[in-house]
T-cell receptor
Framework: KQEVTQIPAALSVPEGENLVLNCSFT??????LQWFRQDPGKGLTSLLL?????REQTSGRLNASLDKSSGRSTLYIAASQPGDSATYLC?????????????FGRGTQLTVWP | DTEVTQTPKHLVMGMTNKKSLKCEQH?????MYWYKQKAKKPPELMFV???????INESVPSRFSPECPNSSLLNLHLHALQPEDSALYLC????????????FGPGTRLTVL
């Protein structure tokens, strides 16, 4: 069964810092990997989707990379702002018999202080 | 429009009540999902509908009953719930049941007394 791990579990940084969130998964036979943001008590907002044939995706201050062979993805946030404070979830899409399933990590809780 | 809507936003119910959660999308998506999320935990898949047919049931107790009356609407009927069923219930949709991006709604916060 696919296991997704996110490190660190929590991160507190001052405004303006560049930071990296890590995600690892046990089964490299994935289709896509997606990064989400979740504010307390709210739903999930999609940040970036990386298809299995891609190595990275960028959106504004966010850059996500994918290395299937090592089972890792990173989310890079440039020039962090207090509004970036949220929980960031990494999820991988199943394939074959697990098609339609999203396997989530437990998230990294990010606090950016002014 | 990439919006998935869910109603109600909050729901408090007793263990003998019957209630329903509603999810709607108008993106023409043909796959819809129910997830359950407890505090400080990631979402857990409950059900998946593909072309209005139940495709995945992750061994969810029968007190949760999903329904997909048409391609835009997904319901979750609740009956005789337990306090441990209190959680955030999230609905999502995607183009088809594959590896397409899943779009999530804001969730319904359910409290069972």
């Amino acid at each position: 069964k696919q296991e997704v791990t996110q490190i660190p579990a929590a991160l507190s940084v001052p405004e303006g810092e560049n930071l990296v969130l890590n995600c690892s998964f046990t089964d490299s036979a994935i289709y896509n990997l997606q990064w989400f943001r979740q504010d307390p008590g709210k739903g999930l907002t999609s940040l970036l989707l990386i298809q299995s044939s891609q190595r990275e995706q960028t959106s504004g201050r966010l850059n996500a990379s994918l290395d299937k062979s090592s089972g890792r993805s990173t989310l890079y946030i440039a020039a962090s702002q207090p509004g970036d404070s949220a929980t960031y979830l990494c999820a991988v899409y199943g394939r074959g018999s697990t098609l339609g399933r999203l396997y989530f990590g437990r998230g990294t809780q990010l606090t950016v202080w002014p | 429009d990439t919006e998935v809507t869910q109603t109600p936003k909050h729901l408090v119910m007793g263990m003998t009540n019957k209630k329903s959660l509603k999810c709607e999308q108008h993106m023409g998506h043909r796959a819809m999902y129910w997830y359950k999320q407890k505090a400080k935990k990631p979402p857990e898949l409950m059900f998946v509908y593909s072309y209005e047919k139940l495709s995945i049931n992750e061994s969810v107790p029968s007190r949760f009953s999903p329904e997909c009356p048409n391609s835009s609407l997904l319901n979750l009927h609740l009956h005789a719930l337990q306090p441990e069923d209190s959680a955030l219930y999230l609905c999502a949709s995607s183009q088809v049941l594959s590896t397409d991006t899943q779009y999530f709604g804001p969730g319904t916060r359910l409290t069972v007394l």
